[in-house]
């Protein structure tokens, strides 16, 4: 055998040998999270609905775990969506509220108030560490350009509603690709009108090109794109978020009979000839979005190793006075039984507002056709993630791992007090601590009302009032926020003492 012709056979050995090693290392983890916009506790089939049908999500809890004891960050949209994306509770988060950019910012024409470039965010942590980041939905968290833009948060590529506001119509006048304003109709159909008198029509409320459609052709487009390299896919939808203009196609899958009312915008947002149909179509479609996910990751064979992850981002529309039927945007949640008899709606920090539907699956891993009763909250999921990709977890997060309960079944035998302290609606603050949670409104008014202790192991729909009779539960809460929550300049919550008469 010449020299060159054993040389070369080393190399091929060689070459084969590190192949053969790289074969067999396991793929890396992909991440899916899903997050609906406004969607009830009691708005899937999982859950109880009798009404709307979600085959999608519904075989997604079939695989994998379903939570009856999860909740969202806060009750409404940008603040549930920066404790989920910074791990802090909002006793800790920059963002506690729904605040405009152009009220602090004037050089912004849209957008929400946006995170600082100080904010560390999971989608952050899992770029560094080689990830594909996209995210396609309703950001809400900084205008672009600002420090909160997407691309400057951890996103690779951000497709969709930068501003929440603008997300109130399903044909705006533009998305955002990254920095490029992409205009889509022309005229754009507002998301708030009035029509007091005449006939409701619903292809007056229908544009050019319908901007959910756009938005999940580019989830789809991102997962192709990324099939050889681990991803990390956010997508924020905006269903069932009013204002309520789904596809007529959508609405006409559901019975002409439910609809003996029209709905003229009385309540906000626009009129639709037939809103129970108009609602049930945003959940119908939103699930049929996770079906196309679900497709896609079979087809390119990476499902048994991607974690998805589905839920709210708070509960259902609230009511309004202008009409006893018709919630905010015209949602009837009664006839839905979209809360599944919980107290309060969106906004709310009793458990209508903020506790949400939590499917998990990730095949081989998560036990199928699971349910799970332990407690948890938006800001698990950061170091949830990290312990699931095995990234090294940052210091100073408020959330638990959540990993050992998904994957082993792990009931810890305690977890810290989950905080929220939101300064709208009044100004509202809750702890829970163990089963109880210890909730007070007002404390933005000039007559802020008494702490309230409710027992959910025994009084799901906080009916009864423990606070005369657990004082002491008082006092720990009070503790808890003293000590955790920060002062913040732009979302001021002011805490009283129990025994101060304020």
Known sequence: MTWKLLIGTVILFFAGSVGATSAAEPPRLNVVFVLADDLGWGELGCYGQEKIPTPHIDRLASQGMRFTQHYSGAPVCAPARCVLMTGLHTGHAEIRGNFRAPKAFPEFTEGQYPLSENALTVAQVFQRAGYATGAMGKWGLGPVGSTGDPNRQGFDLFFGYNCQSVAHSYYPSHLWDNDQRIPINDPPIPGHQRQPEGPVRMEDWIGQTYAPKLMIDRAIEFLEENRTRPFFLYLPFIEPHVAMHPPRESVERFPEEWDDRVYRGQCGYLPHPRPRAGYAAMIADLDGYVGRVMETLDRMGVADHTLVIFTSDNGTTLPRPQDPRFHVGGVDAEFFNSTAGLRGYKGSLYEGGIRVPLVVSLPGQIPAGTVSDVPGYFADWFPTL???????????????????????????????????????????????????????????????????????????????????????????????????????RQFPVPIPLADSGE
């Open 386 to 488: 990290c312990a699931a990709a095995g990234l090294e977890t940052p210091e100073g997060l408020d959330g638990e791992n959540l990993w050992p309960v998904l994957t082993e079944g792990v009931v810890p035998e305690s977890r810290r007090p989950m905080v929220w302290v939101f300064p709208e609606y009044g100004g509202q603050v809750a702890v829970r601590i163990d089963h109880y949670k210890v909730i007070r409104r007002g404390l933005r008014t000039k007559k802020p009302g008494p702490w309230e202790v409710y027992d959910l192991e025994r009084d799901l729909g906080e009916a009864n009032d423990l606070a005369a009779e657990r004082s002491d539960l008082i006092r720990q809460a009070e503790e808890i926020l003293r000590r955790e929550a920060l002062d913040n």
